[in-house]
Antibody, heavy 127, light 108 residues
Framework: QVQLVQSGAEVKKPGASVKVSCKAS????????MHWVRQAPGQGLEWVGW????????NYAQKFQGRVTMTRDTSISTAYMELSRLRSDDTAVYYC????????????????????WGQGTLVTVSS | SYELTQPPSVSVSPGQTARITCSGD??????AYWYQQKPGQAPVLVIF???ERPSGIPERFSGSSSGTTVTLTISGVQAEDEADYYC???????????FGGGTKLTVL
């Protein structure tokens, strides 16, 4: 069965960087887009971007362009999201989410509709 | 930037029907998805491609679309349906994913 297991909670100082991992199992890692979504405390879901694990191609929300980098290591079926120049308002739970092969929808350059989510990684930015 | 608009809150009594709307200019072109999120948990997909229901989701959950608005309907609301609900779609060009701001469903 599909599983997405994320790395543990992080505490960072303003201006630092954080790298969160998402290890996938139970399906062909290179077959489906992986997205990252974050949720600040008490707030809604916010899309960060996606990576195509097959090609390594990425697309980021305009808000994060220049600060976020998504990569993958196909040999260990793991996706990564690195966010730099952290600010206090980056404090959030960060989720990886997998586009559903059967229920997802592709339009233009993007595929979305998530069947599986990681457990979330809390990133706290505090001096 | 493209936005999806949801009401912040909806309240219904058990057994009544809850309707949660989501509005966006690109919705006539792009499918909408709905997620349910309970405190401390990851979101769960409850409706995909505007109106289809994944297996395992109760039949009381349904979705519909009309022009620039999509609607999640929960018929015969139960206490366990109390949660936050988010719509999701993409912009007109299919470049960016967007979530609505979320609606807190309260079962009175």
């Amino acid at each position: 069965q599909v599983q997405l297991v994320q790395s543990g909670a992080e505490v960072k100082k303003p201006g630092a960087s954080v790298k969160v991992s998402c290890k996938a199992s139970g399906y062909t890692f290179t077959g489906y887009y992986m997205h990252w979504v974050r949720q600040a405390p008490g707030q809604g879901l916010e899309w960060v971007g996606w990576i195509n694990p097959n090609s390594g191609g990425t697309n980021y929300a305009q808000k994060f362009q220049g600060r976020v980098t998504m990569t993958r290591d196909t040999s260990i079926s793991t996706a990564y999201m690195e966010l730099s120049r952290l600010r206090s308002d980056d404090t959030a739970v960060y989720y990886c989410a997998l586009v559903s092969p059967t229920r997802g929808y592709c339009s233009g350059t993007i595929c979305y509709g998530f069947d599986y989510w990681g457990q979330g990684t809390l990133v706290t930015v505090s001096s | 930037s493209y936005e999806l608009t949801q009401p912040p809150s909806v309240s219904v009594s058990p057994g009544q029907t809850a309707r949660i709307t989501c509005s966006g200019d690109a919705l006539p072109k792009q499918y909408a998805y709905w997620y349910q999120q309970k405190p401390g948990q990851a979101p769960v997909l409850v409706i995909f491609k505007d109106s289809e229901r994944p297996s395992g989701i109760p039949e009381r959950f349904s979705g519909s679309s009309s022009g620039t608005t999509v609607t999640l309907t929960i018929s015969g609301v139960q206490a366990e349906d109390e949660a936050d609900y988010y719509c999701q779609s993409a912009d007109n060009s299919g470049t960016y994913v967007v979530f609505g701001g979320g609606t807190k469903l309260t079962v009175l």
